[in-house]
């Protein structure tokens, strides 16, 4: 009975994968490695993993903050409370990951896209607060040096707040 209900999953979740025209690997019985594509963080690896009795979600937000870490830390606990189906969760190291759980009962295709979405949104689009809020310092030392070798600073537009700050000129050289 369980064999069937995790292969019932596994093509509910090769269904939603597969209607979402996202690439996708079968690492092993029952894990799947999704690449995400996303706008400020490029791309999210999400694992999903089909277990006796629950189909796990695990995807890589950004490493432990530089510095900040009260204020960085509180932002996720803080935002947690409005996520649904993930929630942001720390390794032992700090650093930052979307969890979530299904029991294989409420798995299906609609369940898995709802999911995945809620793991774009929370992981690109929490993507830029999150730098601001753990690595300002090494943002703007980043402009500082792009700057000082005539490269450009394009891709660091998002943070032009934080580079004014250092007297720095207008970025998007």
Request: glycine share 8%; aromatic share 8%; proline share 3%.
């Amino acid at each position: 009975m369980a064999e069937a209900a995790e292969a019932a999953v596994e093509q509910a979740l090769q269904d939603a994968l597969k209607d979402a025209d996202l690439g996708w690997e079968r690492a092993e019985d029952g894990a799947y490695v999704v690449a995400l594509p996303g706008t400020r963080k490029l791309s999210t690896t999400v694992s999903l993993k089909v277990g006796r009795h629950t189909l796990s979600l695990n995807a890589f937000v950004v490493r432990r903050p530089d510095e900040n870490h009260e204020a960085f830390y509180r932002w996720l606990l803080e935002r947690n409370t409005r996520l649904s189906g993930v929630a942001y969760a720390i390794d032992r190291l700090g650093d930052v990951y979307l969890v979530g759980r299904l029991p294989l009962a409420a798995v299906t295709p609609a369940e898995v896209d709802r999911l995945l979405g809620s793991v774009v949104e929370n992981a690109d689009g929490s993507f830029n607060t999150l730098l601001e809020l753990g690595f300002a310092s090494a943002i703007r030392k980043e402009y500082a040096w792009r700057t000082s070798r005539g490269e450009s600073t394009r891709n660091l537009d998002a943070f032009a707040h934080l580079t004014r700050a250092t007297g720095a000129e207008s970025p998007g050289a």
